[in-house]
């Protein structure tokens, strides 16, 4: 079976004026449905740029991305659009509601843009809900919940549309440890029980330890590509 995510020779420039500046350089690797991955690297380091680039939100000056079998860099904007809502579910770390609109609503908005019918979208945002532990929620908004049950909601946002792949950007970057644990937690428990392919960013060491996989980026190239055994946390 072919990987879930595929670049070869990744390479990113950005043009500043008349100085060329170099993000990623000759980057290879592959992910594999149903991997659990954390990127680390200091800033600067490309990490941000190589999410961005298999995230769809931006493409490579050279080399290739395959994402799910398809060619990313040769998909117009629209495309790459529809790839986005289809195929990839995104976390960050601010949660990104909208906060004049109950959980239920929030979690229906990726079905809105990918046309599905009301009463789907309803009974899928219920399901997805529930599934992060959120049953009875539905009708709240931001403001009465904590940041911990806000970023279950992204979660569940992130997750209706059944995308190939979640990537999660800082997810715990706003929570208390505590209830960084339970974020984590939940991703381990969606990752073990769902298969869900989950690709994390994060500058903490201990939120890394729950991946099972572990690459750290440095002047834009691989510096560290390793399997983890992850540890045990209490809920």
């Known amino acids: 079976m072919a990987p879930l995510i595929q670049v070869t020779d990744l390479g990113k420039t950005y043009q500043v004026g008349d100085i060329a500046i170099p993000a990623l350089s000759g980057v290879t690797l592959a ?14 380091s490309g990490k941000s740029t190589f999410m961005n680039i298999i995230g769809c939100l931006d493409v490579p000056t050279e080399g290739s991305y395959f994402l799910d079998g398809i060619s990313i860099q040769t998909l117009s904007r629209d495309e790459l659009a529809r790839i986005r809502n289809q195929k990839i579910g995104f976390v960050f770390q601010g949660f990104n509601l909208l906060a004049r609109t109950s959980a239920l609503e929030n ?24 599934a992060v532990g959120l049953e009875g929620r539905e009708d709240h908004h931001p403001n009465q919940l904590s940041g911990g049950q806000q970023q279950r909601v992204a979660i569940a946002r992130a997750l209706v549309n059944r995308p190939a792949i979640l990537l999660a950007d800082e997810p715990t970057g706003n929570l208390d440890t505590r209830t960084s644990m339970e974020i984590m937690q939940l991703l381990t428990g969606l990752n073990a029980e769902q298969k869900i392919t989950i690709v994390l960013v994060t500058h903490e060491s201990d939120i890394a330890a729950f991946t099972r996989r572990k690459i750290v980026f440095k002047d834009g190239q691989v510096l560290e590509d390793r399997l983890l055994v992850p540890q045990e946390k209490e809920r």
């Open 107 to 130: 979690v229906e908005l990726p079905l809105v843009y990918s046309a599905v019918p009301a009463r789907d979208r309803k009974e899928l945002a219920v399901e997805a809900l529930k």
């Open 31 to 44: 992910v594999d449905t149903g991997e659990f991955v954390s990127i680390m690297g200091s800033s600067g």
